[in-house]
């Protein structure tokens, strides 16, 4: 047996990987030493103003009792001023009126009508065996005793959603025609499509009050940015070639964009109209704050009360109504081809209950088929419409829904019946009561869930906010801020920082705003600490990823807050419940990407580190990890952002900080100033680590070596 010659010589790829790895310690050394200057001049400062302390009052600008005097101004003026004369109070009784008209429908219809409805598109646009589903998802909402609140929230999503496509449609048109405006807009959404949900109904209370109008209003301007954008990409993508070759043939460019280019791009504008009912649906707990209404109102109200189980039925019931619209909407973007008779999976074919379960479900279609074309035929003549004839199993379904709600109606047998009913709540109340008394406290001492969450908060979040709020010196803390932005992105980075990091003492948020960034602290490096390594198993063990994908895929669209729920079981409201809902919620972004990242680190790159005899941890943790860097941070980043994106949630519960301050501003009348300051402070918050994580990603991209 011979065994293999060593390789001559250094594989193409390792003079390049030398040289990059080689830049890169270069630039930590550097780094390195600027950290130590900076964290000396840093400590001179600090001995220097040690008795500063927090922000002085002295220098708060007023702008929270500015904002009041305004609302006071809006009420004292809500009847005579023209501007609500002529605006604002039309607009506000024209979608009132809508989702009063919405509304009544819904609930007029038959309920059994409701869930064939639903069953049948969804079955038209899939298959049979979601079509079921959906059908089964909707009794679940009138079992649960939900079923008035379920279609309040549909009518509220219905009347949001028309109207964001209603704009958003139109003005992705004009975006994908003329670059000018595409280029104006683009700042905009980005600013709307950053800026946290909560941040619109501050405003939006302060014009149009505490109702549903101003939900639908904050939920149409959070949710408008993705039908605008894919509408405007989707017909940015038409080929030239089919827009020219229909212009030679002596079309307008009217009739170019509605037979042409608007057709081929119907897939990307029902992608951007699923991205939309997707973010509306993210904002009906938080919209619920100012009377939404509906299954948010339900949560908001059993998360106040510790009513955990009847939360968890009204939390899932949202979830069920998400994971409905999601696949309608993906359906119907696929833009047929998706139909299937089949019910079960084709992997069971050859079983023989199954085939006859199949030769059954082939035989009623069969009758269907034939019931609706002898509809279809005489109705398409009367109406002299061929594509009527073309669909008659759709007409045969229409004709059925049509006959059960008349008959409905005419027996007066709308509502959902009382005997179909089920309730797990009580369930989930013992649980929780048993996990108090059981988990929470073992031995009564140092094990269990109340002593992970006392140590979180003793060891972890209070000596940060301590650190931050009390301990150093304001100017230090901005000072810190500033050398950061230096040293990453240069003075105009520096000057951004400093102004955001200023802004939140000027706003009269600084020991607030201290608390939220300890809690922002800890709940990321708990996601780093999970998601960073789960990502490296996940890139290194193709069945392990396999596993995880799922439980990630729920993460991330489940809503936010329904992740309390659970958490709420095991830790109790506080602060702690908040962090690890927000851990939970950003753990999938931080997961991904690392998975990302060491996946795409090339080939040639981990070949000559083990043409060298570099072990598999060698290889991760000085090729791959540095390599993978870049993806790695921008999952940091994203961590961030998610984990900012739940300080309101997890104000809900108690979690304190800018998000329990602006949840007041939310609830009571009388501090909505003080709750449009503090969600103005989570936006400087926001933009200031986004920034710098912006630019550390960018700092630390490894850079190609030349020819």
Request: glycine share 10%.
């Amino acid at each position: 047996m011979t065994t293999a010659a060593p390789p001559a010589g250094p594989p193409p790829a390792a003079s390049t990987i030398e040289a990059r790895l080689a830049l890169d310690r270069q630039r930590r050394l550097r780094s390195g030493g600027g950290l130590a200057i900076g964290a000396a001049v840093l400590v001179a400062v600090q001995i220097a103003l040690s008795s500063l302390g927090g922000f002085p009052e002295s220098l708060v600008i007023p702008l929270s009792d500015w904002i009041d005097d305004a609302r006071r101004w809006v009420i004292d003026n809500q009847t005579s001023h023209w501007s609500f004369s002529f605006f604002f109070n039309p607009v506000s009784d024209s979608i009132d009126w809508g989702l009063r008209a919405v509304e009544g429908f819904l609930l007029w219809l038959p309920w059994y009508v409701v869930a064939g409805a639903t069953a049948m598109i969804a079955t038209a646009v899939l298959r049979l065996r979601a079509g079921l589903l959906a059908a089964v998802g909707v009794l679940y909402f009138g079992a649960i005793g939900l079923w008035e609140e379920s279609l309040q929230t549909v009518a509220l999503m219905t009347v949001a959603v028309a109207i964001a496509v209603a704009i958003g449609v139109p003005v992705g048109i004009a975006s994908a025609r003329y670059d000018r405006l595409q280029q104006s807009l683009r700042p905009l959404l980005d600013a709307m499509q950053t800026l946290p949900a909560f941040v619109y109904l501050i405003p939006v209370v302060l014009l149009f009050g505490v109702a549903r109008v101003p939900a639908i209003i904050a939920t149409v301007v959070y949710a408008l940015p993705p039908v605008i954008r894919l509408t405007s990409l989707g017909i940015r993508a038409v080929p030239a070639v089919t827009v020219e070759a229909a212009e030679m043939f002596g079309a307008t460019p009217r009739q170019t964009l509605r037979k042409v280019q608007f057709p081929l791009a119907m897939p990307s504008v029902l992608t951007g109209i699923n991205q939309t009912i997707m973010m509306a649906l993210s904002i009906v707990v938080i919209a619920a704050l100012i009377g939404a209404g509906g299954l948010g109102q339900v949560v908001l109200v059993s998360l106040r009360g510790l009513f955990v189980g009847r939360a968890l039925e009204a939390g899932l019931a949202i979830v069920v109504l998400a994971v409905i619209m999601d696949r309608v909407t993906h359906g119907a973007a696929g833009i047929g081809g998706r139909r299937r008779l089949r019910l079960m999976p084709d992997a069971l074919a050859h079983v023989g209950p199954v085939r006859s379960v199949e030769g059954t479900l082939s035989a009623v279609d069969r009758l269907l088929l034939r019931a609706g074309s002898l509809l279809a035929e005489p109705l398409s003549r009367k109406l002299d419409m061929a594509a009527v004839e073309r669909h008659p199993r759709k007409v045969l379904g229409a004709a059925l829904l049509a006959v059960g709600t008349v008959i409905g109606a005419a027996i007066g047998r709308s509502d959902f019946p009382a005997g179909i009913s089920f309730s797990f709540a009580p369930a989930i109340d013992w649980l929780v009561d048993w996990v108090r008394d059981n988990l929470y406290e073992i031995g009564g001492t140092w094990v269990g869930t109340g002593w992970f969450s006392d140590s979180i908060t003793i060891y972890a979040v209070t000596p940060l906010r301590e650190l931050f709020s009390a301990e150093l010196a304001w100017p230090v803390v901005v000072l810190a801020v500033a050398l950061a932005g230096w040293r990453l992105g240069g003075v105009p980075l520096a000057a951004f920082c400093t102004a955001c990091a200023a802004g939140l003492g000027f706003l009269g948020m600084w020991e607030l705003s201290m608390d939220t960034l300890a809690q922002v602290i800890v709940a990321v490096a708990m996601a780093i600490l999970c998601g960073i390594p789960l990502g490296v198993l996940a890139a290194r063990n193709d069945r392990f990823e396999r596993m995880l994908k799922p439980v990630l895929d729920f993460l991330q669209t489940i809503p936010s807050f329904v992740l309390l729920v659970p958490v709420i079981i095991m830790f109790n409201v506080g602060r702690i419940p908040g962090i690890i809902a927000s851990v939970l919620y950003a753990l999938p972004a931080a997961t991904r990407l690392t998975n990302l990242g060491i996946r795409q680190v090339e080939g040639e790159a981990t070949e000559a580190s083990r043409a060298f005899g570099a072990t598999r941890g060698q290889t991760l943790r000085k090729v791959q990890l540095p390599l993978a860097a870049p993806s790695i941070i921008a999952g940091i980043n994203q961590t961030v952002m998610l984990v900012l994106a739940m300080v309101v949630i997890a104000g809900l519960v108690g979690g304190g900080g800018l998000g329990l301050e602006t949840v007041k501003g939310l609830r009571r009348t009388d501090s909505v100033g003080s709750g449009f300051v503090a969600g103005l402070a989570i936006v400087l918050l926001a933009m200031l680590l986004d920034r710098l994580l912006q630019a550390w990603t960018r700092r630390f991209t490894p850079v190609e070596s030349g020819p």
